[in-house]
């Protein structure tokens, strides 16, 4: 698959089968993401990697009960609060591996870094044929302290990019572009 075709074919995957990841495979993955360029090249990423569908399900109630809890109300996460709380939604979509990219230490450029990491990881994961989603809605919970712990992530590590992986039930259509603003000088 050639790059142009990778990076208009790969779309959010929200429904997956219960075939695990591979440890050789993921590690392929993430030797993708740390491909990206980085600021001044200094490679501030670092991953955590959770595996087990039913793992990340107990994790998304925590997730979903943090959020529908202590989460400010901001129009988008309004928005969204219906579908957080339907218990029958699971913010990692039955996915069975979890990897977040991490900025580590954080730094000016360390989030965009980490997010082009994170691109490419999605982009690798999808020329394998495998399903990649980034799920935001993640993110504040992963932040806490307890979670944190949890995780075993480091003092210095922020996660930055939560996304899930695996095999896909149904690779997702690409959904129409819009046209983007172009201002030429």
């Known amino acids: 698959m050639d790059v142009v075709e990778a990076l208009k074919g790969r779309r959010a995957t929200r429904s997956y089968t219960g075939e695990t990841v591979s440890r050789d495979v993921i590690t392929s993955?993430?030797?993708?993401a740390i491909a990206a360029p980085s600021a001044m090249n200094l490679q501030p990423w670092s991953f955590v990697v959770v595996e087990g569908a039913e793992r990340l399900r107990e994790m998304s109630s925590r997730a979903k009960d943090?959020?529908?809890?202590?989460?400010?109300?901001?129009?988008?996460?309004?928005?969204?609060?219906?579908?957080?709380?339907?218990?029958?939604f699971n913010l990692f979509y039955g996915a069975p591996c979890l990897v977040i990219v991490c900025a580590r230490p954080p730094s000016r450029q360390a989030m965009e870094d980490c997010c082009l990491a994170a691109?490419?990881?999605?982009?690798?994961?999808?020329?394998?044929?495998?399903?990649?989603?980034?799920?935001?809605?993640?993110?504040?919970?992963?932040?806490?302290n307890q979670t944190r712990t949890t995780l075993g992530l480091l003092p210095d590590q922020m996660p930055v990019a939560p996304i899930v992986l695996g095999r896909p039930t149904v690779m997702p259509q690409p959904s129409r572009r819009h046209r983007p603003s172009i201002v030429w000088n």
Not at 121 to 137: K, N, R, V
């Open 29 to 32: 993955l993430i030797d993708a």
């Open 66 to 88: 943090y959020l529908l809890t202590g989460s400010p109300s901001t129009p988008s996460f309004l928005a969204s609060r219906e579908v957080l709380a339907d218990q029958d």
């Open 119 to 144: 691109q490419n990881l999605m982009l690798a994961a999808h020329a394998q044929g495998l399903g990649s989603c980034w799920i935001g809605f993640a993110r504040p919970w992963l932040e806490l």
